[in-house]
């Protein structure tokens, strides 16, 4: 009887011990609206991502984002249009617990910028920060905030990000 019940409990700790083990996600691709603030809004946007675990706690990750405003010109008939493109690559470290996952990313890439004065591309560097709430066992909403520091001559520049958006991972 002793070692039934011996059995038993090694049997549920193990149980608890590997259902407190995070998942292997292997892939994840995700696409959220995004709210760029860069010397005024952009309020039009989107971000897609795309993430590979390497490891438990680190992910490979990319990214491609587009954030828009049109902007009236000198006659009803005219209208612009403030745009700026972004394509970068990095890393995120994901806090797994339980349903909800903070996370914190560093990526690097180029940012297109261009609409009302001249445009130009230049290098760009993009810590940002975030919470994934997840329901089901392959989809979360993604809640993201990133600042933007943009490597230009002779100055530098400083945007902000906001963006809301659904994610799904794909278990090996």
């Known amino acids: 009887m002793n070692l039934t019940v011996l059995l038993t409990g090694l049997s549920l ?3 608890n011990a590997s259902a ?3 998942q292997n996600t292997g892939l994840e691709l995700g696409a959220a609206y995004s709210l760029l603030y860069a010397e005024g809004t952009l309020p039009f946007g989107f971000t897609f991502t795309w993430g590979r675990e390497l490891t438990h706690g680190y992910f490979l990750v990319g990214e491609a984002a587009g954030n ?3 902007t009236l010109g000198g006659g009803v008939s005219q209208t612009g249009l ?3 493109h972004a394509l970068a690559g990095g890393l995120r470290f994901p806090r797994r617990a339980g349903g909800i996952s903070p996370f914190f990313q560093i990526l690097a890439g180029a940012v297109w910028e261009g609409g009302s004065g001249p445009s130009e591309t230049t290098v760009a560097v993009q810590p940002g ?3 994934d ?3 089901g066992d392959r989809h979360a909403l993604r809640l993201q905030g990133d600042y933007r520091g943009i490597f230009a001559s002779p100055s530098h520049a400083h945007e902000y990000r906001f963006s809301v958006g659904l994610i799904t ?3 090996r």
């Open 133 to 135: 709430f997840r329901f």
């Open 129 to 131: 920060a975030g919470v």
């Open 169 to 171: 991972r794909y278990v």
């Open 68 to 70: 828009y405003k049109n």
């Open 13 to 15: 700790s193990c149980a």
């Open 20 to 22: 407190q083990t995070p």
């Open 82 to 84: 403030d745009v700026s």
